[in-house]
């Protein structure tokens, strides 16, 4: 007979003995990670009640942060702002007059047009900044300070560029000031009493042209405009008709000019039938007449040479 297979009463069967045993496992993991964490916590210098109070104060730090740049997303602070301008522009600080200083040349209108075009007329919302920007925008203005005089005056003070010459380029003429900057046309039948500067770029050489003319004050009376040449040299025009071609290079052509006003002292070469005086060449002064292409004359600031002496007499 086949001997049949015995099973122990009360013992379980082999296979049911995992779970249990994993269940025990894991309970014991825990305790043994639990024992760890008390210990961890243990040597902080902190208690844990501290930590979790710490804890809770950087969550809600966080979500106030979270909470503020929410709200700057959404522009709500300054849509707050706005009403808030709004109400003190209501009760009677909003914009009624605009006051305008410095302006003896340019037209108000744009002044005040540029002053009134904002998007609230109340005093707190008014942008002095954007004023001022679109005010040195316009030619004649080369500052600018806006102000608020409460309860509802805007102050406006400019201070304008002064014109000094005139821009002929292309058959347009351009009012210009010593930085070159154009400041309004000129219409050619009420031209005014400025000299006249010709040329592609002149207008950006009128500083060096001022500096130029300074070297010879007792000329500017005389002087009735320039016209550069080649982007890299002046010739002179003044009011009794001639022109005087310059050197290139600024300390070049003052020494010329400086030059010419002793030789126009010297011999009155302005007024007297002479068409052209060309300097460009060190050393050398040519002239040209209305009757002959050109020649050279004697400069009258140098001094001639002495004569030898024939023996037995003195010199005198």
Same mark, same amino acid.
């Given at each position: 007979?086949?001997?049949?297979?015995?099973?122990?009463?009360?013992?379980?069967?082999?296979?049911?003995?995992?779970?249990?045993?994993?269940?025990?496992?894991?309970?014991?993991?825990?305790?043994?990670?639990?024992?760890?964490?008390?210990?961890?916590?243990?040597?902080?210098?902190?208690?844990?009640?501290?930590?979790?109070?710490?804890?809770?104060?950087?969550?809600?730090?966080?979500?106030?942060?979270l909470l503020i740049i929410g709200l700057l997303v959404l522009r709500v602070p300054q849509m707050i702002g706005t009403q808030i301008g709004e109400l003190v522009g209501?009760?009677?600080?909003?914009?009624?007059?605009?006051?305008?200083?410095?302006?003896?040349?340019?037209?108000?209108?744009?002044?005040?047009?540029?002053?009134?075009?904002?998007?609230?007329?109340?005093?707190?919302?008014?942008?002095?900044?954007?004023?001022?920007?679109?005010?040195?925008?316009?030619?004649?203005?080369?500052?600018?300070?806006?102000?608020?005089?409460?309860?509802?005056?805007?102050?406006?003070?400019?201070?304008?560029?002064?014109?000094?010459?005139?821009?002929?380029?292309?058959?347009?003429?351009?009012?210009?000031?010593?930085?070159?900057?154009?400041?309004?046309?000129?219409?050619?039948?009420?031209?005014?009493?400025?000299?006249?500067?010709?040329?592609?770029? @002149?207008?950006?050489?009128?500083?060096?042209?001022?500096?130029?003319?300074?070297?010879?004050?007792?000329?500017?009376?005389?002087?009735?405009?320039?016209?550069?040449?080649?982007?890299?040299?002046?010739?002179?025009?003044?009011?009794?008709?001639?022109?005087?071609?310059?050197?290139?290079?600024?300390? @070049?052509?003052?020494?010329?000019?400086?030059?010419?006003?002793?030789?126009?002292? @010297?011999?009155?070469?302005?007024?007297?039938?002479?068409?052209?005086?060309?300097?460009?060449?060190?050393?050398?002064?040519?002239?040209?007449?209305?009757?002959?292409?050109?020649?050279?004359?004697?400069?009258?600031?140098?001094?001639?040479?002495?004569?030898?002496?024939?023996?037995?007499?003195?010199?005198?």
């Amino acid at each position: 007979m086949t001997e049949r297979a015995r099973i122990r009463r009360g013992a379980q069967p082999r296979y049911q003995r995992g779970p249990a045993v994993a269940r025990r496992g894991a309970q014991a993991a825990n305790a043994r990670a639990k024992k760890v964490t008390g210990r961890a916590l243990a040597t902080l210098p902190m208690q844990a009640d501290t930590l979790r109070q710490f804890g809770r104060r950087l969550f809600a730090v966080v979500m106030a942060l979270l909470l503020i740049i929410g709200l700057l997303v959404l522009r709500v602070p300054q849509m707050i702002g706005t009403q808030i301008g709004e109400l003190v522009g209501l009760a009677g600080f909003s914009v009624k007059r605009v006051e305008i200083q410095g302006i003896h040349h340019m037209d108000r209108l744009p002044v005040y047009s540029v002053a009134l075009d904002q998007k609230s007329t109340a005093m707190p919302l008014v942008d002095l900044g954007e004023i001022r920007n679109k005010l040195l925008a316009f030619g004649w203005v080369q500052d600018a300070r806006v102000s608020r005089r409460l309860p509802d005056t805007l102050l406006v003070d400019i201070v304008e560029r002064q014109p000094a010459a005139i821009w002929q380029y292309q058959g347009k003429l351009n009012l210009i000031d010593k930085d070159g900057v154009i400041l309004q046309p000129v219409d050619p039948q009420a031209m005014p009493e400025l000299p006249i500067v010709v040329g592609p770029d @002149a207008n950006t050489q009128a500083t060096a042209l001022t500096q130029l003319l300074d070297a010879a004050p007792r000329l500017k009376p005389m002087f009735a405009g320039a016209t550069w040449i080649g982007d890299r040299r002046w010739d002179v025009r003044f009011n009794s008709g001639e022109t005087l071609a310059l050197p290139e290079g600024e300390e @070049a052509a003052k020494a010329a000019y400086a030059k010419f006003d002793r030789m126009d002292q @010297a011999a009155s070469l302005l007024g007297k039938s002479f068409v052209h005086f060309d300097m460009r060449i060190p050393g050398k002064f040519v002239v040209r007449v209305t009757a002959e292409p050109g020649h050279e004359i004697a400069d009258p600031t140098d001094k001639p040479a002495t004569p030898p002496t024939p023996a037995g007499q003195d010199a005198v």
